[in-house]
Nanobody
C-alpha cells in the first residue's frame, strides 16, 4: 500500500502563488508516475486532471488550464511531489488531490491512479 499526504493549500488572492506538496510513504518504491487532480465546488463527481510527472521526472504533462502557470516536480529521495502554482485565478479554487500510479497508463485519466491523498483546499479570492 501507498499513503499520500498533501499539504500547502490555503487562501490566496488572485495573482498569488501557492506550492502544494505530496509526501508518499509505504510501498513508495512501487510508484511510477504521480499526478495532481482537482475537484471544484459543485463538481463533486468530476476530478479534473491538472499535472503529472513520470518517475524519473523527465516527463511532465499539464492541462491547458495549468500550462504556463503551474509547475510539477518531484524529489524521489524524499518521496515527494510538488505543484508550484503561480498567477492563481478564482477558477483555480478546488480541492487538490495528489495521486500515484504503479503501472503505465494514460496519466491524464484518474482511473490510472490507484492511490490518492485526502486532498487539500485551495481557495483563490478575487
Amino acid at each position: 500500500q501507498v499513503q499520500l499526504v498533501e499539504s500547502g493549500g490555503g487562501l490566496v488572492q488572485a495573482g498569488g502563488s501557492l506550492r502544494l506538496s505530496c509526501a508518499a510513504s509505504g510501498r513508495s518504491i512501487s510508484i511510477n508516475a504521480m499526478g495532481w487532480f482537482r475537484q471544484a465546488p459543485g463538481k463533486e463527481r468530476e476530478r479534473e486532471f491538472v499535472a503529472a510527472i513520470t518517475r524519473s521526472g523527465s516527463g511532465t504533462y499539464y492541462a491547458d488550464s495549468a500550462k504556463g502557470r503551474f509547475t510539477i516536480s518531484r524529489d524521489n529521495a524524499k518521496n515527494t511531489v510538488y505543484l508550484q502554482m503561480n498567477s492563481l485565478k478564482p477558477e483555480d479554487t478546488a480541492v487538490y488531490y495528489c495521486a500515484a500510479a504503479g503501472t503505465s497508463g494514460s496519466l491524464v485519466r484518474s482511473s490510472t491512479y490507484p492511490y490518492w491523498g485526502q486532498g487539500t483546499q485551495v481557495t483563490v479570492s478575487s
